[in-house]
């Protein structure tokens, strides 16, 4: 198989790693975005595992991305029994949305009542900024920032509606040194036969890692027939960058939001984000991410964006290394290969020293695998 230059799977070494199915997903992504669908209809003529494709785009939660891609340049391609299970993953991927979405008006309508200033990010919302449609996203739980000093009020309504938190919220000391020591909370209620999960956060990034979110930035967006108030555009990318990277975009989901928020608005904005991003020490981290969404998604980078991009060569080879451990089912990245991409992702002196202490305080994981949270 084939692909055009600007796709990276021939560029390793290490690339016969990459299984087949990852490049029959990857090629439906990059056409979803108008980047050779011959490609991936090239790939789809050829797969001779669709089961191990469908497993693939479920594990990277990019299913309804790959159904559509399906749906627009190769629906006569895929066997009808494949295609059968894969309308099924969807059907339910939706369903559960729908419980989200509908948990998520309701528990924001309790907070607002109680006047705490808590925004739901991520899940369902995310889903309505980046797609435009609550079912094009994979979504396994609900996310809401809470102000430190409310974090107790936020919890124990939480309580009160039925969740139980893990660790139970009677450990928890929401002390000032407490609330610096953690970031989140995460708690589970039973819906019917299925559970929803809910992380309430007050932190979004770890001590070595900062990140905070500017509150001030902020937008309504219209959900399941409600609307909720929650980050800005500008500062969910933002956000959506540090988590990815923390994590070393182990999964294409994480990277196909990039994708559809890179097209959210014109130059003028991205000249603006990244200025703001050098101030916020996150640059590297936002033209890391664009890399890999113009790599594995196909996705047009604004020009200011691709200018900054052929400057960094950093990012530019940081995105690429990424490509195997993103794709492989085998290899995957051990604690010393994150502390390492972690300090070269960051361009600020001060960050990367930071980073540097955090691991020389625990190298004792130096050789642990760190498995991403199923």
Not at 74 to 96: G, K, S, V, Y
Not at 250 to 268: F, P, T, V
Request: hydrophobic share 40%; net charge positive.
């Amino acid at each position: 198989m084939n692909f055009s230059k600007d796709t990276p799977f021939e560029e390793f070494p290490s690339a016969k790693a990459v299984p087949p199915e990852a490049k029959v997903v990857v090629s439906g992504l990059r056409a979803l975005h108008g980047k050779h669908p011959d490609a991936f209809r090239r790939s789809c003529t050829g797969c001779r595992d669709w089961n191990a494709v469908l497993d693939f785009a479920d594990s990277h939660r990019v299913v309804p991305a790959f159904r559509e891609a399906l749906r627009k340049h190769a629906a006569n391609l895929i066997p009808a029994e494949p295609m059968r299970a894969l309308d099924a993953r969807f059907r339910t991927n939706a369903q559960q949305n729908l419980i989200l979405a509908t948990e998520l008006l309701r528990l924001t309508k309790l907070f607002v009542e109680k006047e705490l200033t808590v925004f739901p990010f991520k899940g369902p919302v995310l889903a309505v900024q980046a797609f435009d449609d609550l079912t094009m996203r994979q979504s396994g739980d609900l996310d809401f920032f809470v102000a430190p000093d409310e974090a107790w009020q936020a919890a124990k309504l939480l309580l009160d509606e039925g969740y139980t938190s893990d660790p139970p919220l009677h450990h928890v000391h929401f002390s000032r040194s407490h609330m610096r020591g953690r970031r989140e909370l995460n708690f589970m209620r039973k819906w019917g036969h299925a559970e929803i999960h809910v992380e309430l956060k007050w932190r979004a990034g770890e001590f070595h890692m900062p990140w905070s979110f500017d509150t001030s930035k902020t937008e309504h967006v219209n959900i399941a027939g409600g609307t909720v108030r929650t980050f800005s555009h500008a500062e969910t990318f933002f956000y959506l960058c540090h988590h990815g990277s923390r994590h070393m975009w182990q999964r294409l989901s994480w990277i196909q939001d990039i994708a559809s928020l890179l097209a959210m608005s014109g130059d003028a904005l991205w000249r603006l984000m990244l200025r703001e991003s050098t101030e916020r020490g996150c640059r590297r981290n936002l033209l890391i991410a664009s890399t890999l969404a113009q790599q594995l998604c196909g996705s047009e980078l604004p020009e200011p964006v691709s200018k900054a991009v052929r400057r960094d060569s950093v990012a530019l080879n940081s995105a690429r290394k990424l490509v195997p451990w993103i794709l492989s089912s085998d290899q995957k990245p051990l604690f010393k290969h994150y502390h390492s991409f972690h300090v070269r992702s960051r361009e600020r002196l001060r960050d990367r020293v930071t980073i540097w202490g955090a691991w020389l305080w625990d190298t004792a994981r130096m050789d642990r695998v760190v498995a991403l949270k199923k």
